[in-house]
């Protein structure tokens, strides 16, 4: 080995074996969790915070073993060179450049749901980090959920034989009322940012995101298919859908149900997966089998499998397990990429009045 790869290969092996350095761009209500799973995680240190409100960013240093930098204006945040990890929770409208500016500076990039607003913007994220090489990880931290984990090992278990349908469905009051309100630049109108497409895209691109990875996760394969309705019919002066229905057709011929509200408080939420040889649906907090032949039983669920750790930190031990060994992550675009598809597909289905297929994804 010559000298200067010796060097930079030590240099590499001294940084791996440091706690990353992460700066955090959005001090909002989901920031809160992130701040506590890197407390618990105690293997990362934040050395720099971003936020448009400087009160959110001095209350976030005060939980912090020592202080970390403040930006206002993000792009100084990604410019630092102390900076080495770059995570995002911002409204999912800043997701996009946000993610393609830390990546052209070389860093790594933990981005919340969801991926981005568009398909093609979701596409330009996963070329750069192809380009760049930097790890990249969307915040779908339900993969480290007991319920979606043991939902998982049922059907990977082939107990249902090959699924046909899953039923879905998510009814629930509205959420976040504190959350950040967009100021429109045209009109200086100030709306919560979950009520405007513009800033969050769509309910189901925002909320309905992780019900939607549970069912590809399941499935694991493509959209082939989609046709969807809804609109608002609740809540005056909103643009985001308050009430949405979606059927989807995926290659490997199962189907999904899927029903949202979000004007149903108490109306709760679950999932029913029909297979050729049986059902699978949770009764009383357990997941039942119901075999075409035989009587119904527990799903036999092997619990030394299922997560045992509080989803973010889970989420947060892998990414930085990423970061370290330079292996793409479990939650890189291409894993946020198929239930993204859903929401894109529901909103053109419904915005055009039309059936949505493959091909708008070609
Ligand atoms: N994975 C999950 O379960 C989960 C749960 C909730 C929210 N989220 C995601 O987290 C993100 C943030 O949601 P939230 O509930 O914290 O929103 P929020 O409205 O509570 O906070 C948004 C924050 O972003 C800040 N911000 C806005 N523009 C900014 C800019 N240009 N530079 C720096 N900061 C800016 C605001 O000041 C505010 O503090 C969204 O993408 C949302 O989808 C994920």
């Given at each position: 080995?010559?000298?200067?790869?010796f060097l930079?290969?030590?240099?590499l092996?001294?940084?791996?074996a440091?706690p990353?350095?992460?700066?955090i761009?959005?001090?909002g209500?989901?920031a809160g969790?992130h701040l506590?799973a890197l407390?618990?995680?105690?293997?990362?240190q934040v050395?720099?915070?971003?936020d448009?409100?400087?009160a959110?960013?001095a209350?976030a240093?005060q939980?912090l073993?020592?202080?970390?930098?403040t930006?206002?204006?993000?792009?100084?945040l990604i410019r630092?060179?102390?900076?080495?990890?770059?995570?995002?929770?911002?409204p999912?409208?800043?997701?996009?450049q946000m993610?393609l500016e830390?990546l052209?500076a070389?860093?790594?990039?933990?981005?919340?749901?969801p991926l981005?607003?568009?398909?093609?913007q979701a596409?330009?994220?996963q070329r750069?980090?192809?380009?760049t090489g930097?790890?990249?990880?969307?915040?779908?931290?339900?993969?480290?959920f007991?319920?979606?984990?043991e939902?998982q090992?049922?059907?990977?278990?082939?107990?249902?034989g090959?699924?046909r349908?899953?039923?879905y469905w998510?009814?629930?009051g509205?959420?976040n009322?504190s959350?950040?309100?967009y100021?429109?630049?045209?009109?200086?109108?100030r709306?919560?940012?979950?009520w405007l497409k513009?800033t969050?895209?769509s309910s189901?691109?925002?909320?309905?995101?992780h019900?939607?990875a549970?069912?590809?996760?399941?499935?694991?394969?493509?959209l082939?298919r989609l046709?969807a309705s809804g609109?608002?019919?609740?809540?005056?002066?909103?643009?985001?859908?308050?009430v949405s229905?979606?059927?989807?057709?995926?290659?490997?011929?199962?189907?999904l149900?899927?029903?949202f509200?979000?004007?149903a408080?108490g109306g709760g939420s679950?999932?029913?997966v029909?297979g050729d040889e049986?059902?699978?649906?949770r009764?009383q907090g357990?997941?039942?089998?119901y075999?075409?032949a035989?009587?119904?039983?527990?799903?036999?669920i092997?619990a030394?499998l299922l997560?045992?750790?509080?989803?973010?930190?889970?989420?947060?031990?892998?990414f930085?397990?990423?970061v370290?060994q330079?292996t793409?992550s479990?939650?890189?675009?291409?894993?946020a990429?198929?239930?993204s598809?859903?929401?894109?597909?529901?909103?053109l289905s419904?915005t055009?009045?039309r059936?949505v297929?493959?091909?708008?994804?070609?």
């Amino acid at each position: 080995m010559h000298r200067r790869e010796f060097l930079l290969s030590t240099a590499l092996a001294a940084q791996a074996a440091e706690p990353p350095k992460v700066g955090i761009i959005g001090l909002g209500l989901r920031a809160g969790a992130h701040l506590d799973a890197l407390r618990q995680l105690g293997d990362a240190q934040v050395v720099a915070l971003s936020d448009l409100d400087s009160a959110r960013m001095a209350k976030a240093n005060q939980g912090l073993p020592a202080p970390a930098a403040t930006y206002t204006d993000y792009r100084e945040l990604i410019r630092d060179r102390n900076v080495q990890v770059v995570v995002i929770i911002t409204p999912g409208y800043l997701h996009h450049q946000m993610t393609l500016e830390a990546l052209r500076a070389g860093k790594d990039v933990l981005v919340e749901k969801p991926l981005a607003n568009t398909y093609a913007q979701a596409l330009d994220i996963q070329r750069e980090a192809r380009r760049t090489g930097r790890i990249v990880a969307v915040g779908m931290q339900r993969r480290y959920f007991r319920n979606d984990a043991e939902y998982q090992q049922v059907v990977d278990s082939g107990a249902l034989g090959p699924v046909r349908l899953i039923t879905y469905w998510d009814f629930r009051g509205d959420w976040n009322p504190s959350t950040w309100q967009y100021t429109d630049p045209a009109t200086g109108r100030r709306t919560s940012w979950r009520w405007l497409k513009k800033t969050a895209g769509s309910s189901e691109l925002e909320y309905s995101i992780h019900s939607l990875a549970m069912v590809t996760n399941m499935v694991k394969a493509p959209l082939q298919r989609l046709a969807a309705s809804g609109g608002v019919v609740h809540y005056a002066g909103r643009e985001t859908r308050d009430v949405s229905a979606i059927i989807v057709d995926f290659a490997s011929g199962a189907r999904l149900n899927y029903s949202f509200s979000c004007f149903a408080p108490g109306g709760g939420s679950g999932c029913i997966v029909i297979g050729d040889e049986a059902t699978l649906r949770r009764e009383q907090g357990r997941l039942m089998l119901y075999p075409r032949a035989g009587k119904p039983r527990p799903a036999g669920i092997d619990a030394s499998l299922l997560p045992g750790e509080d989803p973010e930190v889970l989420m947060y031990r892998e990414f930085f397990r990423s970061v370290r060994q330079r292996t793409p992550s479990v939650l890189a675009p291409e894993a946020a990429l198929e239930p993204s598809k859903i929401a894109y597909g529901a909103e053109l289905s419904i915005t055009e009045n039309r059936i949505v297929t493959a091909q708008d994804f070609a």
